[in-house]
């Protein structure tokens, strides 16, 4: 992407999301549980924002929580996400956004014992870009958006 996307107006990013995307990235959606993309997905590769590109998880570390979004017990590397506090339906949540253009992805939870760290990022899929090891992440997202 050639603009800072934190930059993007409302209107420009209607133009490259899907309504279901813009909805979770932009407006801070949760889509229903076990209806996402990448539920049980185990290919390799790793999962990229769909608003910017930016990678956000490597597939090693996708587990099967059983909570009806894709699971991460840990980002790819520091930096890829930040986080805030959510206090929106009465709860005290840690919500994750895209580190480069500031979208909605999910929520950080500590009830993953089984996992390294012990962390369960509960990720929309629908704000996921899957690449597949060693494929430019910019293309697929031009190929994604040319769907
Ligand atoms: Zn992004």
């Known amino acids: 992407m050639t603009k800072d996307p934190r930059t993007l107006t409302a209107t420009e990013w209607k133009a490259l999301l899907s309504p279901d995307e813009y909805h979770v990235l932009r407006e801070s959606g949760t889509e229903r549980p076990g209806t996402g993309k990448y539920l049980d997905d185990e290919s390799d590769g790793a999962y990229h924002c769909v608003g910017c590109a930016n990678k956000l ?46 979208g909605h992805l999910g929520h950080i939870f500590n009830d993953a014992p089984h996992q390294p760290g012990g962390m369960r990022h509960c990720v929309n899929g629908t704000a996921l870009l899957f690449v597949p090891r060693g494929d430019d992440p910019q293309a697929v997202l031009d190929a994604h958006r040319k769907k």
């Open 57 to 102: 998880y490597d597939a090693e570390h996708k587990f099967h929580s059983g909570c009806g979004w894709p699971s991460f017990f840990q980002q790819v590397e520091e930096g890829a996400l930040t986080t805030l506090t959510d206090t929106t339906f009465g709860m005290t949540r840690t919500e994750m956004r895209c580190a480069v253009c500031d």
